[in-house]
């Protein structure tokens, strides 16, 4: 009989071990698609921040065209927005007309093989989906293996006076594999859609063609988009937190 106990410990160390690589690398799609060029941080408190964007997996830096001072005189040229920060995004967009020549041809080429994909990348995402699904498969076996541990004698009784680490260990692991597959969205890519927006006690619709989603955010190009209500509309590509984004509607 195998050592149930022994080769638990030994997954859960190696489980641990590559989540903490992969999170180390691991950057949210949705952001990702935004990095390295100017784009507007919209917060919940009001703030606006603009600068050209470096994602990293442990929050959003926005890097200012040029110095300023702030109220108590001092110099700042970046502003950064720690991970842990995230609930106070409104919105993240990218304008249009502030992008590069090489940024605006870029963007309108990835729309076009969002709009129209071609073969391979629908393989892409099949294939991706699929191990989305089989990553639940795999948890509910690695809770049997725990299960089945704890009841092995002595060393049993060590993963269960562990339990707290042992669910950071799973909850680590599920968080650094990345997106979690949603049907319901996952059918709308591509495709122009309506995503219904709070914004304070307002809700505000906006329509655009569904690009990404992660856990955490919704990514939507090519909207009508304004930061402050008597601003003029300006087209841009959002990305938004699921928590105050639905995608609501088939727009087309």
């Known amino acids: 009989m195998p050592d149930t106990f022994a080769i638990t410990v030994i997954f859960i160390v190696l489980a641990t071990v590559v989540a903490a690589f992969i ?20 917060k919940t408190d009001g703030k606006i921040i603009w600068g050209k964007l470096n994602v990293e997996n442990t929050g959003l830096e926005f890097i200012y065209p040029a110095k300023h001072k702030d109220k108590e005189g001092h ?14 995004i409104a919105a993240l967009i990218r304008f249009h007309d502030e992008l590069s020549e090489s940024n605006k041809k870029e963007r309108e080429k990835e729309l076009e093989r969002t709009y129209h994909p071609g073969l391979m990348r629908r393989l892409k995402r099949k294939i991706q989906n699929a191990f989305k699904t ?5 948890m509910e076996v690695v809770n049997l293996l725990i299960s089945q541990a704890k009841k092995a004698g002595p060393g049993g009784a060590v993963l269960t006076s ?20 949603e049907p319901l969205l996952e059918r709308y890519i591509g495709h122009k859609v309506v995503l219904e927006l709070l914004k304070g006690d307002k809700i505000f619709e906006h329509c655009g063609v569904l690009k990404e989603y ?12 304004k930061v402050k209500e008597d601003q003029v509309s300006r087209k841009a590509d ?15």
Do not use: W
């Open 23 to 42: 999170r180390r690398i691991k950057r949210d799609k949705c952001l990702k698609d935004f990095s390295e060029t100017m784009a507007t941080l919209e």
């Open 75 to 88: 110099d700042e040229t970046s502003f950064i927005l720690y991970k842990y920060e995230y609930p106070n």
């Open 134 to 138: 089989v990553r639940d498969s795999v």
């Open 162 to 181: 562990q339990d707290k680490y042992v669910s950071q260990m799973k909850q680590e692991l599920m968080g650094s594999a990345g997106t979690s597959f």
């Open 214 to 225: 992660t856990a955490e955010f919704i990514e939507i190009m090519d909207v009508d988009y």
């Open 238 to 252: 959002l990305v938004v937190l699921r928590k105050y984004g639905v995608i609501r509607h088939l727009g087309e």
